[in-house]
């Protein structure tokens, strides 16, 4: 209760009022089970009566145990929180990431083109570029005339690079254009607005965590990154549920164990004289019925007999039903 209240300033309040609710059921339950255990009876007929007790004292073994887990394991809950909290945001981040390819698939592909025009272009200008200013210092090459000076050669050469400058200025337009309109949508989508969280913030995330989660890591925590059982946590957490579940039966098991004593036989006495009193009560209440349907019978034969005997010699005698 405490866990489930979490962050109320009457949360202890709460967890202090229910405990007293819960121990006081679970007090009178004990109390009236074990109690109610018949030691005249065979083992197998004890055994039968203390299944049921000893079926609900695991089951409150292990929600009892459970509370106390995450408090022991708090740390290591924590930590584990983080981690899942961490790897959630990656997820987040890696879907919108490929929403955002899909979605925008051509305009990506359309701007990866262009990227890819833009730096053969840089190549190429940066090459002829250089062949050019062989061809005017007469450098002679396979691409060269070897002739000194701004020659026909030169100017051809000038024009094709002045075609591929324009050529990248137009590419890179459209790919500022491109992603321009490219960033927006990240905006739109939310990409640029995500960010993994900080230790602060995980910090914050992991306190105010509810029990849903926490008790999720608390689980993951008998793992381990590869999925084989991490087998002390496991054992831990074992022997925690056991504790408490040995406790819950307990009083059944010192019942069940210990041999009958004055105090069985006289509940077997008080019993025996209730169900003696009670088959009395009833013979006595049948005997009273008895009696006075009887009593209430004669009293209606005398008073039919009266009112004939009252009728004059002559009446014709026909059937009558009489009250």
Request: charged share 30%.
């Amino acid at each position: 209760m405490y866990f489930v209240f979490s962050g109320s300033p009457f949360a202890v309040v709460f967890a202090v009022f229910f405990g007293l609710i819960w121990g006081m059921a679970i007090f009178n339950l004990d109390r009236y089970i074990v109690s109610s255990i018949d030691k005249q009876g065979t083992t197998n007929q004890q055994l039968l009566q203390a299944t049921p007790r000893i079926l609900l004292a695991i089951m409150i073994g292990i929600v009892i145990s459970r509370p106390l887990e995450l408090k022991i394991f708090d740390k290591e809950i924590r930590q584990k929180l983080k981690t899942a909290y961490l790897k959630g945001q990656h997820k987040r981040i890696d879907t919108l990431q490929k929403t955002y390819t899909q979605k925008y698939a051509m305009e990506l592909g359309k701007n990866n083109d262009l990227k890819k025009e833009k730096d053969s272009l840089e190549k190429d200008i940066n090459r002829s570029r250089y062949e050019l200013n062989q061809e005017v210092f007469g450098d002679k090459t396979n691409q060269t005339s070897g002739i000194v000076g701004y020659g026909t050669y030169a100017k051809q050469k000038q024009a094709v690079l002045q075609e591929k400058e324009d050529r990248l200025n137009a590419v890179r337009s459209n790919e500022e254009k491109l992603d321009g309109y490219l960033g927006a949508r990240k905006d739109y989508e939310g990409l640029n607005s995500i960010r993994l969280f900080n230790d602060h913030q995980l910090d914050s995330l992991s306190n105010v965590a509810g029990f849903s989660d926490r008790n999720w890591a608390l689980g993951q925590l008998s793992y381990n990154e590869n999925g084989t059982r991490d087998l002390d946590t496991y054992l831990a957490e074992t022997f925690i549920s056991l504790l408490f579940i040995f406790f819950e039966c307990l009083p059944v098991f010192v019942k069940l164990m210990s041999p009958s004593g004055p105090y069985d036989y006289a509940v077997s006495k008080i019993a025996e004289a209730d169900i003696h009193y009670a088959e009395k009560s009833k013979e006595r209440n049948i005997e009273v019925t008895n009696d006075v349907y009887s009593h209430h019978r004669d009293m209606d034969i005398n008073r039919n007999k009266k009112f004939i005997s009252d009728l004059p010699d002559d009446y014709e005698m026909e059937r009558h039903s009489y009250d």
